[in-house]
């Protein structure tokens, strides 16, 4: 029988990449006095150690200097957002005035319905993939009745075929030019949080406005986890949170991508842009005028409404230097690398322990990134309940899934093996029980 990888092995993989070095920038959660096996970044990242000075910055310039912290503090308060700007740009391809940092994430998903969700006519069509994170459902419906539309009729949701978990891409294809000119907007998971597969988001781009439609993506499970080219895919709005695999800290601000094409019109003016508008995204020349009339920045900005949160921000600096400094192109080689030794790790324990571990994410390591769902036949939350009391830290989604997530940033190649091991002893230990 084929053994497991021996946790030498797998030390010599993570001595040999020097990447496994950023694991010291975040704090571990502990289990018996050492490292959890940490597999949850997908939901909510670690914690980056630098965090707190960050924050004691800013509290210290609250203390210290109260309300001219705005403009006088270390990092002036005033033009906090512009922070994050080379980040998100490195993170999603966009260009520096297609992104911002703002709100949370289904408020922006809002924000930007608002904006490209525009039913006219015949065309009052959403189109989104069926199964999709509840909140997201929840926005587009609601979307739909704020325009007086009917979900029922409206609402277009791709399901994977009879018997398959992952969407083909030639159906969600077929689907949009289906739809046609009934079609308004396509908006889908560019991850799914469900299945971890990754979709063709260039592809449905190019469908969607070949009949018309706008398209965008909700980049929750995306962000940080695969390769993203927003700009030069022609995507026209996008939007993500910064607490999954950001590490940004729990409910930490989210951030949203709006294509240039569409961040001003021919007036110059931006009036005759459709967008909930606030005096954040006023020109900042002459935001403080408290001039009545709005003259929006000529970039994703506008879209922005109130001042920002700055408790919450000095942590998403932190973590998106951490990206930069790692860059996104080593880490996304090392993803592949982990997640494919987790794969094969999964594989060999449930050929040891004659298990059916069926890993419902694509074998493609160009259609995921590093999630793998796993169903283990015949266990189920038994199985889960074990890995959680092991100090393994993983998730559990109704009905049938354990998602794992080894984070290119602060997992290790041993991770995987502890994992493989605890499984293992977790499947022999949970079947002798049943
Ligand atoms: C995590 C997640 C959310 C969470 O929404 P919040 O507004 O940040 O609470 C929404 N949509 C998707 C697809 C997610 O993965």
Known sequence: MRKLPTLDAARELDFADPLSEFRERFHLPQHEGRDAIYFTGNSL??????????????????????????????????????RFVKG?????????????????????????????????GQRRKLLCEAKAFPSDRYALCSQIRLHGG????????????????????????????????????????????????????????????????????????????????????????????????LNSG????????????????????????????????????SRFKMSPE???????????????PIMNMAVHKVALDLFLEAGMTSLLERSRRLTAYLETVVHLVAERTATNLEILTPVDPTSRGCQLSVVAH????????????????????????IRMAPVPLYNTFEDVVRFGQVLEAGLGEVAAKA
């Open 45 to 82: 990242g670690l914690q980056p150690k630098a965090a707190k000075e960050a924050l004691d910055i800013e509290m210290n310039d609250w203390a210290k200097l109260g309300v001219d912290g705005h403009f006088q503090g270390q990092n002036p308060w005033v033009s906090y957002h512009d």
């Open 88 to 120: 998100l740009c490195h993170l999603t391809g966009a260009k520096p005035t297609e992104v911002v940092a703002m709100n949370g994430l289904t408020v922006n998903l809002h924000l930007l319905l608002i904006s490209f969700y525009q039913p006219r």
């Open 150 to 245: 009917n979900p029922d009729e409206d609402l277009i949701e791709i399901a994977p075929r009879e018997g398959e978990h992952l969407l083909r891409t030639d159906d969600v294809l077929r689907a949009i030019e289906e739809a046609g000119d009934e079609l308004a907007t396509v908006m889908i998971g560019g991850v799914n949080y469900y299945t971890g597969q990754l979709h063709d988001m260039q592809a449905i781009t190019a469908a969607a406005h070949k009949v018309g439609s706008t398209c965008g993506f909700d980049l929750a499970h995306a962000i940080g986890n695969v390769h993203l080219d927003l700009h030069n895919w022609e995507v026209d709005f996008a939007c993500w949170c910064s607490y999954k695999y």
């Open 250 to 285: 729990p409910g930490a601000v989210s951030g949203v991508f709006i294509n240039e094409r569409h961040v001003m019109d021919e007036s110059g003016r931006g009036n005759s842009i459709r967008r909930l508008e606030g005096w954040w995204g006023h020109d900042e020349e």
């Open 294 to 308: 709005f003259h929006p920045m000529p970039s994703a900005e506008a879209w922005q409404m109130s001042n920002a």
């Open 378 to 401: 015949g266990y189920g939350r038994t199985l889960f309940d074990h890995l959680t009391a092991q100090g393994v830290v993983v998730d559990w989604r109704e009905p049938a899934v």
